[in-house]
């Protein structure tokens, strides 16, 4: 079965520089979200989207931005990297509904030297 | 502040032994709980979920989890663990209409 998929798998990046990931969802998945799980911490929300709009707002960076495109995929997009964005970045999807169960993406390591 | 807790940062266990993690959530309303496992180097995986109906839910790989109202509490149980269960293990809540919520996690190593 599809999965989500995310790209790339890892990257590099110097501090100040900018970085794009992107987020796939599963086929007729509306929501995304995205997550960063810093060095031996939890998964902390960042932002989602449904139906390419801003559906929620966590802990994001003004630094940081996203948006959803019309094929549903998403993309955040992160400048002026520092050291402490060093992390593990999850994307999940799922279908519309506050009940549906969210995948998992294997998510991008983003490593800020 | 609404939250997940999770009762131990790091538990060793021998294989064969009983395995249980502790979860705790601070949410008054209805929330959907889940239990995910991140093994070394992947990403998150869903052990079992709890929306409504039998407490017990079984889920994955020999897992379960009890979902008591009345303690907030949905605590991950397996009878005998393996070496390969050494992962980190989080619980998570999604209170009706929101985001989830994770708590710390739970870092299982399991001694061969």
């Known amino acids: 079965a599809a999965g989500v998929i995310q790209s790339p798998r890892h990257l590099i990046k110097e501090k100040r520089e900018t970085a794009t990931l992107k987020c796939y969802p599963i086929?007729?998945?509306?929501?995304v979200y995205w997550y960063q799980q810093g060095p031996g911490q939890d998964p902390q929300f960042l932002i989602s989207f449904y139906e390419k709009m801003q559906s929620d707002k966590g802990s994001i960076p003004d630094r940081f931005s996203a948006q959803q495109f019309s094929d549903y995929h998403s993309e955040l997009n992160m400048s002026s990297l520092e050291l402490g964005d060093s992390a593990l970045y999850f994307c999940a999807s799922s279908t519309s509904g506050s009940y549906n169960e969210q995948f998992f993406g294997p998510g991008t390591r983003l490593t800020v030297l | 502040a609404q939250s997940v807790s999770q009762h131990n940062h790091h538990v060793i266990l021998s294989e064969a032994a009983s395995l249980e993690l502790g979860c705790n959530y601070s949410y008054g309303g209805t929330v959907n709980l889940f239990w995910y496992v991140q093994y070394p180097g992947q990403h998150l995986q869903l052990l079992l979920k709890y929306f409504s109906g039998d407490p017990l839910v079984k889920g994955i790989k020999g897992f379960e989890a009890e979902f008591i109202k009345s303690k907030f509490s949905f605590n991950l149980r397996k009878p005998s663990v393996q070496w390969s269960d050494t992962a980190e293990y989080f619980c998570a809540a999604r209170p009706y209409g929101q985001n989830f919520v994770f708590g710390p996690g739970t870092r299982l190593s399991v001694l061969p």
């Open positions: 086929p007729r998945h509306d929501t």
